[in-house]
């Protein structure tokens, strides 16, 4: 139950699961803490929100259930493509997304305004930034951003983000990012930074942005909680002290909703003799589902493998192979298997680098193979090979060669496992639903006393 003496929790995702799934289990965690929530974002996950008891309202115009495979919406590698994307998924949706944070606002304000009401805020929501910038409305008494993505901000020694290049080692690198920065920032972003400005304008913001969209946002909050640990992060030693590490979701942590039913073939994988064989997982998660990218590869690659089980996520509820695909003896394919029941027993897990996938992966101390060039891919696979966790196949249409050398150099090389169990014991020392809840009791405090 609530209490009244908390303040009141306002949550904003955009609406696509990748990005709303880990806001859904903040939001499960502030709940059970005794915090009353409110959820903003697509239609589609009200159920999802009200069983756990939130208030939810649904976002209302451009983009409110957010297709990433829509023409218009799927970053390319080409960096033109991504600055069109930004500015079509994040920059344009703002104005239906300032006026249902203004619905809200005004109602809890009304429902008691001693109450302080703090925003946690989705990374890649750009609404809150309108009244930051001196839009009309009312404003939260304190934001908090989520960084759901690999931390987006700039930062001497990196290069920009997207194409997923490891940091500067040398001083000639070094010299490269700068100038590589200094034209994405000038050139490519100047599309969305100019949109952001004029929608805003026509918003009543009186001030304009100085830096791209997202680092604008991040430098924007009062607090910006990266949702990983340190050691999957690049260093930055020009961050802004506002910019804190929560250890991610750990294991157990996710919000599952209703029970899930796992595939008839579950147990027999699990429990029977052939356990002792190694089991090799692969899932493209909920976007990506053409699955001759990485599934179905996979599958092929280990067609012939005596020792090695694969186990195949089609990351969809109904889902199904093509028909004339042939299943090899050794493997099993399920339709939807929440990743924290899979990876408990995988040994290599085969992805096409979505932060959230990632995440799970590190939490059960399990190596992983990123093949993935599209949305922030690059940028996971980048990290995971900066930190010594897996193999980055820099390509999302691996050959079954190409992946079966990637696996086997995972299986047969135990750094990888030890590197991923650090990772995992690391993740441990962290809670990152109190580490929120203590941001949102801190800077509860301090707009009161201001």
Known sequence: ?????????????????????????????????????TILTGPRYRES??????????????????????????????????????????????????????????????????RPIVLVNECSFLGPLATTFGARGLRPDA???IGIVPLVLSSAGLA?????????????????????????????????????????????????????????????????????????EYPRSDAPDSIRFTGGLPRGHRYRGKEVQLPD???????????????????????????????????????????VITVAVLGKHGASLPSDFVVS??????????YDDLLEHVDVFVTNGGYGGFQHSMSHG???VIGGTTEDKPEVAARAEWAGVGVNLKTDRPSAEQIRTAVMEVLEHPKYKA??????????????IQIIADSVEELAKSAKKL
């Open 49 to 114: 929100a009200e069983e756990m008891g939130a208030t939810f309202v649904a976002l209302g115009g451009h983009l409110n259930d957010l297709d990433f495979n829509h023409p218009k919406v799927l970053p390319k590698p080409r960096p033109e493509m991504f600055a069109d994307a930004i500015t079509e998924a994040f920059v344009k949706a703002i104005p239906d997304q300032h006026e249902g944070m203004q619905h809200i606002l005004r109602s809890l304000h009304d429902k008691d305004p001693s």
């Open 1 to 37: 139950m609530a209490q009244l003496s908390k303040p009141f929790v306002l949550i904003t995702s955009m609406p696509a699961m990748g990005h709303y799934a880990p806001m859904r289990a903040i939001a499960n965690g502030l709940i059970q803490r005794g915090y009353e929530v």
């Open 366 to 368: 399990v190596p992983i």
């Open 143 to 145: 934001i908090i951003a």
């Open 329 to 338: 003896a050794n493997a099993y394919v399920g339709d939807y298997i929440p």
């Open 265 to 307: 073939w579950w147990k027999t994988v699990i429990t029977s003799p052939e356990r002792k064989k190694r089991i090799v997982a692969v899932a493209q998660g909920t976007v990506q589902l053409d699955y001759t990218q990485l599934v179905m590869p996979t599958l092929t690659a280990f067609a012939d493998v005596g020792d």
């Open 419 to 432: 590197r991923a169990l650090d990772i995992e014991k690391e993740m441990q020392t962290y809670d990152p």
């Open 160 to 232: 920009p983000f997207g194409p997923g290049l490891p940091p500067a080692t040398t001083s000639e690198e070094q010299g490269r990012y700068a100038v590589m920065r200094t034209h994405w920032n000038e050139v490519i972003m100047a599309l969305p930074r100019n949109e952001f400005d004029r929608i805003l304008g026509t918003m009543g913001a009186t001030k304009k942005t100085q830096h791209n969209v997202f680092d604008t946002l991040i430098l924007s909050v009062d607090r910006f909680l990266q949702m990983c640990v340190p050691s999957l």
